[in-house]
């Protein structure tokens, strides 16, 4: 495909199975960078569909062909193949968004995908720190050197804001309104929010800007919040193995992730009596659906508590 060709004029001229596959995939591309779809999200669903797209194409199967017994033998084969129910459930909604595309555009006249039910997930109730492993955690990093003052006030921050790891190496500097004490967050679906920041992370970002960030900028003017040594904004795997390393020297058990700091803000707030409306905006979720996970974790403790407590439980 040319830089002027575009994927509907490709469809086209389509002349294989193969060709109809990559025009419709383009297609979907397209559909999804005018939704301001993140380019994470682009990524995944052209992984996706590739996968599905190679198998039809081995089975001679063009877009226009496929219906929805062809998908719920895709479906039956990953499950056959040991795929986890999540993975499936991505992977048909990854289906349902490339069909859903071919259908708004006339190409075809039903979604194949949409009449397959999404396998269930097994449900797990989200890891959360108590309130003073999250304190020991965080006051365990260090102030001396630049990356150990950076590392306080990235997770000093994840925990204050409940930020998910692609929203903390996104911010910028700019982000930091530090008069309001308030935080500007670029969240899923380029939607934005304005979070107010605690003053112990608050004081930690200052003393990040004053003593550490200006060690780190190299030459480009990068304008990421946090830098990496190389004066380079930080990807999210950064963020991650940076995580791991005081999680170890705070001696807390369990994989801890950057979410799990995210799920011990809602939980925590939850706890304190913090409205469910008002977590759900806080964290920039869609749907209160989505929050609602936070209830069942709470309706687990009490009914530890209550295993525990009652003489007839």
């Given amino acids: 495909m040319t830089a002027t060709t575009t994927a509907t004029e490709t469809i086209e001229k389509a002349a294989s199975p193969q060709d109809e596959w990559r025009a419709a995939m383009g297609l979907l591309d397209e559909d999804l960078q005018r939704r301001d779809a993140a380019e994470r999200t682009r990524h995944a669903y052209g992984a996706d569909v590739g996968q599905f797209a190679e198998w039809a194409e081995s089975e001679g199967l063009a877009p226009g062909e496929v219906g929805p017994r062809i998908v719920r033998r895709y479906i039956a084969r990953l499950s056959e193949r040991g795929a986890a129910a999540s993975t499936t459930a991505r992977k048909l909604a990854a289906l349902r968004a490339l069909f859903g595309s071919q259908r708004e555009h006339g190409r075809i006249a039903q979604n194949p995908a949409d009449l397959l039910s999404t396998p269930k997930r097994p449900s ?6 108590k309130a003073r492993e999250a304190g020991r955690l965080l006051d365990g990093i260090p102030g001396a050197r630049p990356l150990e003052l950076r590392d306080r006030a990235l997770f000093e921050l994840a925990y204050a804001c409940g930020l998910r790891a692609e929203e903390l190496v996104s911010l ?3 982000d930091v309104d530090h008069d309001e004490e308030q935080l500007r967050v670029e969240g899923k679906g380029a939607k934005t929010r304005f979070l107010p920041v605690g003053e112990v992370a608050m004081a930690a ?3 990040y800007l004053r003593r550490a960030r200006p060690a780190l900028e190299g030459g480009d003017d990068e304008p990421a919040l946090f830098l990496s040594k190389s004066g380079k904004a930080l990807n999210t795997s950064d963020v991650r193995r940076r995580l791991r390393i ?3 020297r705070a001696h807390l058990t369990g994989d801890l992730s950057p979410h799990a700091l995210r799920h011990s803000f809602a939980t925590h707030l939850l706890d304190g009596g913090a409205d469910l409306r008002a977590i ?12 609602q996970v936070y209830t069942r974790v709470e309706s687990a403790k009490l009914k530890s508590a209550y295993a525990r407590s009652h003489p007839r439980a």
């Fill in 124 to 129: 797990h109730l989200p890891r959360v720190l």
């Fill in 172 to 174: 910028r500097a700019c």
């Fill in 205 to 207: 970002v200052h003393t």
């Fill in 246 to 248: 005081w999680v170890a």
């Fill in 280 to 291: 759900q905006e806080l964290l920039g979720h869609a749907s209160i659906s989505t929050t």
